[in-house]
């Protein structure tokens, strides 16, 4: 029968608790952004620091690949997993295993449709909330007037291409002078992004027709904007750019009047991660189910260079 962390909080409690551990197994999506780069490095920095030997395994961004790692874990007997799922269905086998093994699963900045007593916990911003920060934005800065928005979507299936949608969605509802008119996956990365907006641009009069540019991360958009200025427009305010993220190119483009806003995700999210395992290890402490990181909206108001300079050597 397959347990669940309430099992292995009761197992270590008749041990008389658990020694802080040692191996660390960490299933990444992929490289396909610079957040995405960025959380790697720092995961890395926080193992480190914390004396954890990290078992790392890129995923590039196929789910088969993340599920042949933490088997791979398991049976490596690591002392916990880090897994930032690359979509948010098929899991319940894997964590069964790991369970089983009664090895604590924390997943980072995305979520699983998974029963929650299949991993300690999760940590990450809320997805829907972003998506509304990134609507509310535009609601706003167009006062009422007529605007007609392409989308540019994460991967398909990913719990942040669902939520941000979603929240985007929920902000510009009721407002009629706000329209979805062209919304596409681009995987997230910067060359899908400007592939998919020069379709956009042809298909919408040259992108005359286009007020708006939504993308669910800033790489994204920072390939559209590259695709603006090859349709020789001007990203920033013959099209309004809003985007999520908050890494370092983003804000390059923003202080050149390239990008309007963008709503923040830490890529620290090893840091409450560590710590809710370090608890759990110590006394079989159980943290909340969902650790949520800070958000914040960014525009040309907020030093968008000096947001540059302090984020640049982070691993972006």
Same mark, same amino acid.
């Given at each position: $029968? %397959?347990?669940?962390? $309430?099992?292995?909080?009761?197992?270590?409690?008749?041990?008389?608790?658990?020694?802080?551990?040692?191996?660390?197994?960490?299933?990444?999506?992929?490289?396909?952004?610079?957040?995405?780069?960025?959380?790697?490095?720092? %995961?890395?920095?926080?193992?480190?620091?914390?004396?954890?030997?990290?078992?790392?395994?890129?995923?590039?961004?196929?789910?088969?690949?993340?599920?042949?790692?933490?088997?791979?874990?398991?049976?490596?007997? &690591?002392?916990?997993?880090? @897994?930032?799922? #690359?979509?948010? %269905?098929?899991?319940?086998?894997?964590?069964?295993?790991?369970?089983?093994?009664?090895?604590?699963?924390?997943?980072?900045?995305?979520?699983?449709?998974?029963?929650?007593?299949?991993?300690?916990?999760?940590?990450?911003?809320?997805?829907?909330?972003? *998506?509304? &920060?990134?609507?509310?934005?535009? #609601?706003?800065? &167009?006062?009422?007037?007529?605007?007609?928005? #392409?989308?540019?979507?994460?991967? %398909?299936?990913?719990?942040?291409?669902?939520?941000?949608?979603?929240?985007?969605?929920?902000?510009?509802?009721?407002?009629?002078?706000?329209?979805?008119?062209?919304?596409?996956?681009?995987?997230?990365?910067?060359?899908?992004?400007?592939?998919? $907006?020069?379709?956009?641009?042809?298909?919408?009069?040259?992108?005359?027709?286009?007020c708006a540019l939504y993308a669910h991360n800033d790489d994204m958009a920072v390939g559209?904007?590259?695709?603006?200025?090859?349709?020789?427009?001007?990203?920033?305010?013959? =099209?309004?750019? #809003?985007? =999520?993220?908050?890494?370092?190119?983003?804000?390059?483009?923003?202080?050149?009047?390239?990008?309007?806003?963008?709503?923040?995700?830490?890529?620290? $999210?090893? *840091?409450?991660?560590?710590?809710? @395992?370090?608890?759990?290890?110590?006394?079989?402490?159980?943290?909340?189910?969902?650790i949520q990181t800070e958000s914040r909206l960014y525009t040309q108001a907020d030093d968008?260079?000096?947001?540059?300079?302090?984020?640049?050597?982070?691993?972006?």
């Amino acid at each position: $029968m %397959t347990r669940t962390l $309430m099992t292995t909080v009761a197992a270590l409690a008749l041990c008389g608790g658990a020694a802080t551990a040692q191996t660390v197994g960490f299933s990444q999506i992929g490289s396909e952004s610079g957040w995405r780069a960025a959380e790697t490095t720092l %995961t890395r920095q926080q193992a480190e620091e914390r004396g954890y030997q990290l078992q790392f395994s890129d995923a590039q961004q196929r789910q088969e690949n993340q599920i042949a790692a933490i088997r791979s874990f398991v049976a490596q007997g &690591v002392d916990a997993i880090l @897994l930032a799922p #690359v979509v948010a %269905t098929g899991w319940d086998s894997v964590l069964e295993e790991a369970a089983e093994a009664e090895i604590p699963v924390v997943l980072l900045d995305r979520r699983v449709d998974s029963d929650e007593s299949l991993y300690l916990t999760a940590v990450g911003s809320d997805l829907v909330h972003e *998506g509304e &920060v990134a609507g509310q934005w535009l #609601v706003d800065q &167009v006062a009422g007037e007529e605007c007609r928005i #392409v989308e540019l979507q994460g991967t %398909t299936g990913s719990s942040p291409a669902i939520d941000r949608k979603t929240g985007f969605e929920t902000a510009i509802a009721g407002h009629d002078n706000l329209e979805i008119v062209r919304s596409q996956t681009a995987d997230f990365t910067r060359a899908r992004g400007k592939e998919v $907006m020069e379709s956009f641009l042809q298909a919408e009069g040259g992108g005359a027709d286009i007020c708006a540019l939504y993308a669910h991360n800033d790489d994204m958009a920072v390939g559209a904007i590259q695709a603006i200025k090859e349709a020789g427009l001007a990203p920033g305010s013959d =099209i309004l750019v #809003v985007s =999520i993220d908050a890494v370092p190119d983003i804000f390059q483009a923003i202080a050149a009047g390239e990008a309007n806003a963008t709503v923040e995700l830490t890529p620290n $999210m090893a *840091g409450p991660a560590f710590d809710a @395992l370090e608890a759990f290890w110590a006394d079989g402490t159980m943290p909340k189910k969902f650790i949520q990181t800070e958000s914040r909206l960014y525009t040309q108001a907020d030093d968008p260079q000096g947001e540059y300079d302090r984020r640049k050597d982070l691993g972006y």
